[in-house]
């Protein structure tokens, strides 16, 4: 029995095998063969290529019914790489000519055509060497007897109930979490507030990140014991262990039904004060967690997940498809959030200046849609014509300046009035608002309130720029506290602004769904939250008991603390009241 | 022999789902299929070789076919191409 500590997400606990994750790092030995042993060699090399082939059938036939059509086409098309005979043959004659084995003649084969890749002009194409070195590294396993544990389409083992063990994850592979029923996940890589730590948040799944050489130390099949509170791990407990984990995992499955019996009442304090819990959501399929906790309407919609992990951006044809889907779906208000693509939300298809969106002061978010027009435009235009069918509204994210929001709502004034001459409907009062994440935006919020028509604070950002901290960078990240009194005060601001313009303003940060933030936030004067449909009902059962006139007074204190340390004793000093 | 001139109109040019397809129809004939562009030439039922050519949109080429059922193969692969490989634009 060993533990390991890191930082946990979600209150559970999961208890499962492990799966270890082994990803492409393939070395290629080389030696060199006498003349008899050519054509064995040979032989093994068909061999391995017979047994890819296979491999590549056995998953074609498991995709999933609704799996994207690009899945298929995409394995098919690597099939007939590999029977080409620009890889296997050419690969076959360097074995012979050079008499050397079949790892090394294929890898030398398959650095050729990439080289001739790599000089292409276009991006596109450039691109496709992935494809080469994809199906050489297949062909190389088999060879190898290396068993591959990846998580992607090429993936059909079976995975439900496994913990997954990884030294990092990309958001891509996420996705496959989500989709194949697993359990857990811990990882060497990340904070609380990585993108795999908000995923895992809204999957409703308990997970420890920040292990540090977990992925080394941890086997194929060791149980594992997942505590995503106390940020905990245990490789093979002992029997009394696990005894008492299951307890408790069945302790918090109780308290989880009585927050359940929250659901109908209405969310208001007990001085009266009502207040809106709004879900956040990535795709259509979390409007039934929305519905289950009786969310009023989405606070944000992440619309980046429609572009990642594909070729080319969607066609505003399909972003309606998809919009108007969850518009009707959700039957409230939808804040449509156009895509925030930065930091370790990328997309796979190529566009200038693609490099500096991977820094969080680089070209991202509402920058990067002001300076690619093509990719913005049809995105706007698909939100409008959705707003026809359902209470739309879109929210801009990362304004920092007054010109940035006047240059956005000319866009948008030119897309309707494009749409009115084309005799395409849409709601021509749609609500426009602004995400205050950047310092100077929470400061100018008083003057970008005139000209919006809501704000949203996204605190996880508003953190990361106001203190300075690269918020993926494992090094700095313990400095991320979102009770840093510079954090609370602009958040103040914010709340003020909105109040003298008359306008509503949310949250939909991490700080929302945590409940040690829930009273102080009401005491800063927020009626509107929005955070993932899992911590809905907790919230919900702070607001019922929170009196916001016994809180101003404490807050103000809080806001007025010299340091994060007294203000998290205050803090304190309120949650217990 | 048959020769014709071409020109690549969909958004994405040859790329691997395009070169893919392309490959697929040539195989179902049993003519020698070639394309040339600039001072390439592609064995039209090798998808690396196809790829290879790095044909993006607006790609002017050459195709050739040569064999017993040529004429049938010059008419696949120029609607193929013509119909934008099937795709959306």
Redesign the interface.
């Known amino acids: 029995m060993l533990s390991l500590f890191g930082s946990g997400i979600g209150r559970g606990i999961a208890i499962g095998p492990a799966y270890v994750l082994k990803n492409s790092d393939i070395e290629t030995p080389q030696f060199t063969l006498n003349k008899q042993q050519i054509a064995g060699e040979v032989k093994r090399f068909k061999a391995a290529i017979n047994e890819t082939e296979q491999s590549y059938k056995a998953l074609l036939k498991s995709l999933p019914k609704d799996a994207p059509k ?1 899945s298929a ?2 394995i ?2 690597h099939m ?2 590999l029977r ?4 296997t043959g050419e690969a076959i004659k360097i074995i012979r000519s050079e008499l050397v084995n079949a790892e090394h003649a294929l890898q030398t084969q398959a650095d050729n ?1 990439i080289r ?2 790599e000089q ?3 991006t ?2 450039r691109a ?1 060497k992935g ?2 070195q994809h199906v050489t590294n297949r062909v190389l396993r088999h060879l190898l007897g290396i068993v591959s544990h990846s998580l992607d389409e090429f993936n059909n083992e079976n995975l439900s109930g496994k913990i997954i063990v990884a030294k990092d994850l990309s958001p891509a592979e996420t996705v496959f979490i989500k989709d194949r029923k697993v359990a857990s996940f811990v990882t060497d890589l990340g904070s609380q507030i990585s993108h795999t730590a908000i995923i895992a948040r809204s999957l409703k799944m308990p997970a420890v990140v920040g292990l540090h050489g977990s992925s080394k130390i941890i086997s194929d099949d060791d149980v594992l014991i997942v505590d995503g509170m106390r940020g905990i791990i245990i490789i093979n407990p002992s029997i009394g262990v696990l005894k008492e984990y299951k307890a408790r995992q069945t302790k918090i499955r109780a308290r989880e039904r009585e927050l359940n019996t929250l659901t109908k009442k209405p969310s208001r304090t007990v001085d009266g004060q009502r207040v809106k819990l709004m879900a956040n959501i990535e795709t259509a399929k979390d409007i039934k967690g929305l519905k289950q906790v009786n969310a009023a309407g989405v606070g944000l919609y992440r619309t980046e997940y429609l572009f990642m992990g594909r ?2 951006a969607p ?1 505003e044809a399909e972003q309606l498809r998809e919009y108007k889907r969850i518009a009707s779906g959700v039957g409230d208000i939808v804040a449509i959030r156009t895509l925030d693509i930065g930091g370790d939300k990328q997309l796979d298809f190529n566009y200038p200046n693609k490099q500096s969106s991977s820094s969080p002061l680089g070209l991202r978010a509402v920058r990067l849609c002001l300076s690619h027009i093509e990719i913005f435009k049809p995105q706007l235009r698909a939100i409008l014509r959705a707003s026809a069918f359902g209470k739309v509204s879109i929210m801009i994210p990362m304004v920092s300046s007054f010109d940035e929001i006047n240059q956005v709502l000319a866009i948008i004034k030119q897309t309707k009035a494009e749409l009115k001459s084309e005799g395409v409907a849409f709601d021509p009062r749609i609500k426009v608002g602004g995400m205050i994440e950047v310092p100077a935006a929470a400061i100018m919020a008083e003057v970008f309130a005139q000209k919006l028509d809501f704000l949203s604070i996204g605190t996880n950002d508003l953190i990361q720029y106001t203190l300075a901290i690269d918020r993926v960078d494992d090094a700095v990240n313990y400095l991320y506290d979102p009770l840093h009194p510079a954090v609370l005060r602009l958040i103040s601001l914010v709340i003020r602004a909105g109040e003298k313009a008359n306008i509503p303003v949310s949250l939909c940060g991490e700080m929302a769904g945590n409940v040690n933030y829930t009273r102080l936030l009401l005491g800063l004067g927020l009626k509107n939250f929005s955070m993932d449909a899992t911590y809905l009902l907790d919230v919900k059962g702070r607001i019922l008991n929170a009196d916001t006139t016994k809180l101003r007074y404490l807050v103000g204190k809080i806001l007025s603390s010299d340091n994060p340390i007294q203000a998290r004793d205050r803090l304190n000093a309120l949650n217990r009241l | 022999m048959q020769e014709q001139p071409i020109e690549i109109i969909n ?7 395009a ?2 397809k392309l ?2 129809t040539a195989a179902q004939f049993s003519s020698r299929i070639e394309l040339e562009f600039g001072e390439q030439k592609a064995d039209a039922k ?4 196809v ?2 050519l ?1 044909a ?1 949109k607006g790609s002017k080429m050459l195709i050739r076919t040569d064999g017993d059922d040529e004429q049938e193969a010059m008419n696949a692969i120029t609607t193929l191409i013509n119909n934008y490989f099937d795709e ?1 634009e």
């Not at chain 2, 090798?46 to 070789?49: A, E, L, R, T």
């Open positions: 690009e086409a995409f098919n098309a007939m790489m080409d005979p620009m890889i055509l001739v890749f292409m002009e276009d596109y194409l496709k494809d080469v070729e080319q066609t | 958004k994405l040019g040859l790329h691997a789902r070169s893919a490959v697929n090798s998808i690396m070789s790829m290879m790095a993006s959306q």
